[in-house]
Nanobody
Framework: QADLVESGGGSVQAGGSLTVSCAVS????????MAWFRQVPGKDRERIAT????????YYSDSLKVRFTTSQDSAKTNMTIHMNNLKPEDTAVYYC??????????????????WGRGTQVTISS
């Protein structure tokens, strides 16, 4: 049973940068995906980036890949997302997530069994 806990959210002015971390424990699965999502109340959850252990590659949302970068350690104990040139529309709750059972290549959202509790990121204009 894995546990994920985000930290580092907060408030910054537009144009600023922020890093959010995710502490991961108890994740012992192979063939996994780890991802960052965000959600604005009343809107659908948006996937930011997905790391696939099957390829060792990270796949980004086209609309965010210029400003956002993610990383994870090989021990699967920590994930981070670095966000640059932040805009008011980036205001959301940010979540880290991981699959449990062996994931498919596509890492569908419903394959993510473990979620952090989320951390609020607020960007002021």
């Amino acid at each position: 049973q894995a546990d994920l806990v985000e930290s580092g959210g907060g408030s910054v002015q537009a144009g600023g940068s922020l890093t959010v971390s995710c502490a991961v424990s108890g994740h012992t699965y192979d063939g996994y995906c780890m991802a960052w999502f965000r959600q604005v109340p009343g809107k659908d959850r948006e996937r930011i980036a997905t790391f696939k252990s099957m390829s060792g590659e990270t796949y980004y949302s086209d609309s965010l890949k210029v400003r956002f970068t993610t990383s994870q350690d090989s021990a699967k104990t920590n994930m981070t997302i670095h966000m640059n040139n932040l805009k008011p529309e980036d205001t959301a709750v940010y979540y880290c997530a991981a699959t449990g059972r062996r994931a498919t290549w596509y890492c569908h959202e419903d394959e993510f069994d473990y979620w952090g509790r989320g951390t609020q990121v607020t960007i002021s204009s």
